[in-house]
């Protein structure tokens, strides 16, 4: 069943962290010479051994499950995927396990399988073609708490930009268990450059953004946060960020918004492509 392939990929995105995100951590943890921030890296690299050795998850919050999906128009599934990725959803929760992390708004009530009013979270996007291509992106509460927007003015431009992203990691420190990946959506209004920020964590690491201005802002953000000396687990140290993405789209002449997400260290991401005669690939 096409439900098999998405519930190895969510099973693949919560224990074993992409090899990009170990390679990073590893270097981080070589040029440290801070003794506590060493052993927390080392406690993060020992967690995902574990990880990836048992097929358990890396972090006991295995986030809120959120999918991108490329459909493409010519897909004869596109009718059926809404489907297969809410029953993947509660299998995942029952067979890996996932941690229950759906609760109601007003009466506080956890649904059991991480399914409910809105989740699992569902990102559609329509393109040509015939196969479809769905991101998998178990997004952590403690580091999804730190997210934020800031509607700037036209004059502040990039330099506001880079202040608003400084001071918003200084305020976190510790909160979102760095050493974090920022993804960082500028321009379309509010609520676009969020998904911007969003997606933009997809990236593997130290993959820049193809604009070369706008590569050169992540590379100056990031020098700046790794200054701050948070270091990981907010306990100091030489690495606060393993990386910085950034995504742009126009926007309104009178605005110019800037929205902020973190990931954590475990940063857990799978693929799952469904081809037009039902035959899937599932990978990193």
């Known amino acids: 069943m096409l439900v098999d392939a998405i519930v190895e990929a969510i099973r693949l995105a919560?224990?074993?962290?992409p090899d990009d995100v170990v390679s990073a951590l590893s270097e981080a943890h070589a040029r440290e010479?801070?003794?506590?921030?060493?052993?927390?890296?080392?406690?993060?690299?020992?967690?995902?051994?574990i990880g990836k050795d048992g097929l358990v998850p890396v972090c006991q919050d295995t986030g809120t499950v959120t999918f991108f999906v490329e459909a493409g128009v010519g897909s004869p599934?596109?009718?059926?995927?809404?489907?297969?990725?809410v029953e993947a959803t509660k299998r995942a929760t029952e067979e890996i396990p996932l941690r229950p992390n759906a609760v109601d708004v007003l009466i506080g009530r956890n649904s059991g399988n991480n399914t409910g009013k809105g989740v699992p979270v569902i990102h559609w996007e329509l393109v040509q073609g015939d196969a479809i291509r769905i991101a998998v992106l178990p997004k952590g509460g403690g580091s999804e708490n730190c997210s934020a927007l800031a509607m700037l003015t036209p004059s502040e431009g990039w330099d506001g930009v880079k202040r608003f992203v400084v001071e918003?990691?200084?305020?976190?420190g510790g909160k979102p268990c760095p050493p974090v990946i920022l993804g960082i959506g500028v321009g379309g209004g509010a609520d676009y450059s969020l998904l911007l920020a969003k997606k933009a964590l997809l990236r593997r690491v130290g993959e820049r953004n193809p604009e070369r201005r706008i590569a050169k802002i992540e590379e100056?953000?990031?020098?700046?946060?790794?200054a701050l000396g948070i270091g990981p687990m907010g306990m100091g140290g030489k690495t606060?960020?393993?990386?910085?993405?950034?995504e742009v789209a126009h926007r309104h002449p009178a605005s110019f918004p800037v929205a902020l997400v973190f990931q954590c260290w475990a940063n857990r991401r799978a693929f799952v492509e469904i081809k037009p005669d039902g035959g899937v690939e599932v990978w990193q």
Do not use: P, Q
């Open 14 to 17: 919560v224990t074993r962290i």
């Open 33 to 49: 010479d801070n003794e506590v921030a060493r052993f927390n890296l080392e406690n993060i690299l020992r967690a995902m051994e």
């Open 77 to 85: 599934f596109l009718g059926e995927v809404k489907g297969w990725l």
């Open 168 to 172: 918003r990691v200084k305020e976190c």
């Open 220 to 226: 100056e953000v990031l020098e700046e946060i790794n």
């Open 240 to 246: 606060t960020a393993l990386d910085v993405k950034i």
